[in-house]
């Protein structure tokens, strides 16, 4: 149960890396790194995000980075982060599944599960 934990806290992490850089806090976001991210510009291809989808994705996915950015910042515990981390989640999807149509977030859940399992590897790993 605790590297189930473990392996959520670090599958947020690396979303939160892998969108914002080198942002420290929702104080200090980037908004140009976030725009010239990699590995949003791979998401909005492999979900195929139209141009009009596209802002409030971006909109969308900023928000919950900075949520999650300043979650880790707190003095909180283990399970604590755990439980937030996971509310925040359900909420991000919550209003992904309504930007998105059913294939759309087929392929978002694809890549949520993707990640897990690749942060899952590198714990065992």
Known sequence: MKNLKLTIVIS???????????????????????????????????????????????????????QYENLVETQITEAEL??????????????????LDDKQYEKYLEIQQERETASKNRIRG
């Open 12 to 66: 947020f992490l690396f979303l939160i890396a892998s969108y914002n850089g080198n942002a420290q806090t929702a104080n200090t976001f980037d908004d140009a790194k976030f725009e010239k991210n990699e590995t949003l510009r791979k998401d909005i291809k492999k979900i195929d995000i139209s141009s009009g989808q596209e802002v409030v994705f971006k909109e969308i996915t900023k928000k919950y980075v900075i």
């Open 82 to 99: 755990n439980e937030k981390m996971k509310e925040i989640q359900v909420k991000k999807n919550a209003e992904m599944r309504n930007l």
